[in-house]
């Protein structure tokens, strides 16, 4: 690689190389191993990751960045906000389906690089959940999800949509995942998510079917 003389220029071209050396390898990559394809010194490569784990982050982010840019056009446009809502989950799932088929031993190998280092996840996620607390805002100041605060509704929401937003969902079951499916349960969720008691836990216990 040839310095460009633009910092992250080159940061992004070695982590678009380090995506492709670990997809041929199958493995999750050093620093070291990546300034030896990368055929410069170790020093300029500690330069732009300066910890080990700071390259696998810097992954995490190129993997993630069309989403990122999915949530934040969707939140600022001026949808009806129950399509807002589909438009949120349904972009990202088209496009994760579009990548697992594309080359689904790949797309499994980051499944299982992002399960390893969790934590590293953990912020595109909280980031997602940032977004979507802000549609919850919007819907609920045109009276939709009454009596829930914006974390209630958070946590529903996304146990109802997880088959769409989790990659290791989409691993397991991708051949029943359709549009039409979530645009139910969005429509579902806008026809009456609400908190309170309508009757389904208003029994003591549960109770066996006789």
């Keep these: 690689m040839v310095a460009s003389g633009d910092t992250e220029q080159d940061k992004r071209q070695l982590v678009e190389?380090?995506?492709?050396?670990?997809?041929?390898?199958?493995e999750e990559i050093s620093r070291a191993t990546l300034a030896n394809e990368a055929g410069l010194s170790r020093t300029v490569v500690d330069r732009h990751f300066p910890e080990e784990g700071d390259l696998f982050s810097a992954i995490i982010d190129l993997w993630y960045e069309p989403d990122i840019a999915?949530?934040?056009?969707v939140v600022a446009c001026d949808l009806p906000i129950p399509r807002k809502f589909y438009e949120f989950f349904a972009r990202r799932y088209v496009r994760e389906r579009e990548r697992y088929e594309k080359d689904p031993q790949t797309f499994a190998l980051y499944c299982e690089l992002?399960?390893?280092?969790?934590?590293?996840?953990?912020?595109?996620?909280?980031?997602a959940d940032h977004y979507l607390s802000e549609l919850i805002a919007q819907a609920q100041a045109?009276?939709?999800?009454?009596?829930?605060?914006?974390?209630?509704?958070?946590?529903?929401?996304?146990?109802?949509?997880?088959?769409?937003?989790?990659?290791q969902v989409?691993?397991?079951?991708?051949?029943r995942l359709e549009e039409e499916k979530l645009a139910a349960i969005v429509d579902t969720l806008f026809a009456g998510l609400a908190g309170g008691d309508r009757g389904a836990k208003g029994v003591s216990g549960l109770r066996a079917v006789r």
């Design 170 to 175: 989409l691993l397991m079951i991708s051949h």
């Design 70 to 73: 999915i949530m934040e056009e």
């Design 17 to 26: 190389l380090a995506m492709k050396v670990t997809e041929r390898r199958g």
């Design 114 to 127: 992002g399960r390893n280092r969790f934590e590293d996840v953990r912020g595109y996620i909280d980031l």
């Design 142 to 167: 045109e009276g939709f999800f009454p009596d829930l605060t914006i974390n209630q509704a958070l946590t529903l929401i996304n146990q109802m949509v997880i088959a769409y937003t989790s990659p």
